[in-house]
């Protein structure tokens, strides 16, 4: 099987590459993925063949379907990823103890959840013929289980509606079958929302002229008997050419409202010279949380 490192031609594509039989009412074609800069010789992958009625009286007949679609995208992305492991292996990495030439000593499947549906790679063991050193061929995170986009789709998804509308969404739309229930979504999600925490603050390009920050807060009551209510404060920071940064945290939480309120600030250009103007109720723990984030003006009552 041919193997592209960087890019891949879906050939199939243009009627030179199809492969395009009618029999009686149905239309084929067989999709293929093949290497650039292969000979001409070099066959490439067979990655589905796709049925459709011939014509298309019928709207319901065209085109593809969600599902051959979902279908479509699973075997690419299988195909895809068993070339880059392949490639992977035929790599012979130099030991960084000796310097000497290091050769595959075994293999390891890896079981990962990825948008386009559920993979594995078999990730080879390199170990140096002279002194023994065992070399990985990957610098993935420990305990690797899904790739860096689903984590990302995933949590944005359910920040934008419940856990449970995130996953029939997801499973709706795409072949990622692997950490698809309510819980993993909801792990993911504030494992996101950590490590968003401990990235430094994008500086902008320009300074903001002026900022507009407003908080508010409410009361979350429990349902149901003896469970804690919550207090949720909340708030965005606007600037006057339509910069704009929300935040959001749970009273007496981990999550400390200034600090996002400060990094809020900083990320829409803030600067020594930005006039800061603060809307909020008579809340005096509203009023301390902008004391401790920085603006000191006193903040107008909303």
Partial sequence: MGVSRNWWDLAGIDMTGQEMLTWGSSMRWVLRLA??????????????????????????????????????????????????????????????????????????????????????????????????????????????????????????????????????????????????????????????????CDMPTTKPVAAAMSITVTTDSTFIRSCEEGNRHLEVRVGNVETSDGGRQVFGAAARSDTDIAVQIRRSLEAVGRTAATKVTAFTDGCPGLRSILADAGVTTRPIAD
């Avoid at 990655?47 to 014509?55: K, L, T, V």
């Avoid at 690797?144 to 984590?151: A, F, Q, V």
């Fill in 35 to 196: 290497e650039t800069g292969m000979p001409s010789g070099m066959a490439g992958v067979d990655a589905m063949e796709i049925s459709r009625p011939d014509g298309a009286s019928n709207i319901a007949d065209l085109g593809l379907t969600l599902s051959e679609a979902k279908q479509l995208l699973a075997r690419l992305q299988q195909a895809i990823v068993a070339a880059q492991a392949g490639d992977l292996a035929a790599r012979r990495p130099e030991c960084p103890s000796c310097r000497g030439r290091c050769h595959v000593n075994g293999r390891r499947c890896h079981l990962l959840a990825t948008p386009f549906g559920k993979v594995t790679v078999q990730l080879p063991r390199f170990r140096c013929v002279s002194c023994g050193h065992i070399e990985r061929c990957v610098t993935w995170p420990p305990h690797c289980r899904s790739t860096p986009e689903l984590d990302r789709l995933r949590a944005h998804l359910s920040a934008l509606m419940p856990f449970r509308v995130a996953v029939d969404v997801l499973r709706h739309l795409l072949p990622a079958d692997v950490g698809m229930s309510p819980e993993t979504l909801r792990a993911h999600s504030l494992k996101i929302g950590e490590q968003l």
